[in-house]
């Protein structure tokens, strides 16, 4: 490995700069312990900060240390996790904490971290350089964008030979950093999540602008190049709202799975079934006879791999509920009692507005 450069020492000069003067006080940058950082981490990976402030809280508040979210049940994690999204990040925390637990803590080394169930090179960086101070470099989407500019890459940085650039380029920057390396990452961070944004950057306040190639060339947004995802696999389905009072039936989808731990208004996809017919069979399954009654209209929802357009039924029907099918507890119940995802929020709204008629109440 070559010795560092004067011109990085410069450029790692002028980012700690820069983000000792503009860092936003998050909570987990005030009290950098271990626990925090790697909560943080968690919570933060595909979702913005803002978002993930009041969920960063509230755990916190009930299980202020690891040992505490270890000794926790799953689906309690899961349910406190509710509209976070990306839910197996929530199962991966739990597993993690257990993990770490069970070995008498955190370790400081990024390596003895990745061996932890759910921590990549990612968050092992994260939680090594902040809490610890090892100088680890990470790259996360942010730094991703960041250094992608830096260097006019060619390449996508989330795949070979550009994911081997990117971080290799960030070693290179930790090899000239002399101050605290979670400094520096941190820097890189907060530069993407700001001023170097996928789209419209706003150059002038960059630290790094004087070393962005990118921005020499006049065409910052074209770096780095992304692969195009595939198009999301489009999903059928059909929701029943079954009513007693102010409360509706829901079942907890049993752990695993895409909404594991979360519970919903009783749901099944339709594979080329009849909608009345599936929802029937869907009720059946946990122990209700079940009539649609009432079309709601239909919700559209996009997952990250999968978009599923469902539709939602005012149920009638009979019966003593129990776990069966997908669901390992089904009850009636508030929705401010229960963990809900963002869909089953949204299945539940379709019962605010004003229903479709039916073909008898045509004109």
Request: some cysteine; aromatic content about 6%.
């Amino acid at each position: 490995m070559s010795a560092p450069t004067a011109d990085d020492r410069a450029l790692v000069h002028a980012l700690l700069d820069w983000y000792a003067r503009v860092a936003r006080p998050l909570p987990w940058r005030v009290d950098p312990t271990p626990y925090r950082v790697l909560l943080s981490e968690f919570m933060c990976q595909q979702t913005r900060v803002e978002t993930a402030l009041p969920y960063f809280e509230r755990f916190l508040a009930r299980w202020p240390r690891l040992e505490d979210l270890a000794a926790a049940d799953e689906a309690e994690v899961v349910e406190a996790w509710a509209g976070l999204g990306y839910y197996r990040r929530a199962r991966n925390l739990h597993r993690c904490a257990r993990a770490a637990v069970a070995r008498g803590g955190l370790p400081s080394d990024a390596e003895a971290l990745q061996a932890l169930p759910g921590i990549g090179p990612y968050t092992a960086g994260a939680v090594a350089s902040i809490a610890w101070g090892r100088r680890v470099p990470l790259v996360d989407g942010n730094v991703e964008r960041v250094l992608g500019r830096m260097l006019a890459l060619g390449h996508d940085p989330r795949r070979s030979p550009g994911r081997r650039i990117v971080w290799d380029r960030a070693r290179a920057l930790h090899d000239a950093n002399d101050g605290h390396p979670g400094d520096l990452n941190q820097a890189l961070m907060e530069l993407g999540a700001t001023a170097c944004a996928p789209r419209s950057p706003r150059c002038g306040d960059c630290p790094a602008a004087a070393w962005c190639r990118a921005r020499a060339l006049g065409r910052p947004e074209d770096h780095p190049p992304r692969a195009p995802r595939a198009a999301p696999r489009e999903i059928e389905a059909v929701a029943g709202l079954l009513r007693a009072g102010d409360r509706v039936l829901l079942g907890r989808r049993r752990p695993g799975g895409l909404l594991g731990g979360l519970w919903e208004p009783i749901r099944a996809d339709l594979d080329g079934d009849e909608p009345r017919a599936a929802l029937e069979a869907a009720f059946a399954e946990v122990g209700l006879r079940a009539a649609p009654h009432r079309d709601l209209g239909a919700v559209l929802h996009v997952f990250t791999h999968r978009r599923l357009t469902c539709r939602v039924w005012e149920v009638r029907g009979g019966g003593e509920p129990r776990p069966g099918g997908p669901y390992d507890d089904v009850r009636f119940a508030r929705p401010d009692e229960v963990g809900l995802s963002g869909l089953a929020s949204r299945l539940l709204e379709a019962a605010s507005q004003p229903p479709l008629p039916l073909a008898a109440d045509a004109e």
